[in-house]
């Protein structure tokens, strides 16, 4: 039979430090301004473009924004900063 026995001597104060590293999103951001807008639209249909790129550039930074509320709650939440 094999018996162990760990004895400690003295005592030692052992500082912990941590560091959070936390990503950024900007490989997420979409465009500042949409892209392929008519500069100059002469018909219904190049206007029709136009606002429907519109409206999907602004979903676009709808869903970064929400994305981005969700990553800093959960941050929040990992880190123990109160709400």
Known sequence: ???????LSGCRTV???????IPTLEAF???LM?????AEPQTSKDLLHNSATWE???YEWQDYALGLEKYIRNTKIIV???P
Not at 15 to 21: D, I, K, R
Not at 34 to 38: G, K, Q, R, T, V
């Open 34 to 38: 949409p892209e392929n807008l008519i």
């Open 1 to 7: 039979m094999l018996v162990l026995v760990l004895v």
């Open 56 to 58: 999907f550039w602004g």
């Open 15 to 21: 500082v912990q430090s941590v560091e959070l590293s």
């Open 29 to 31: 951001q979409p465009a």
């Open 80 to 82: 123990g900063v109160p």
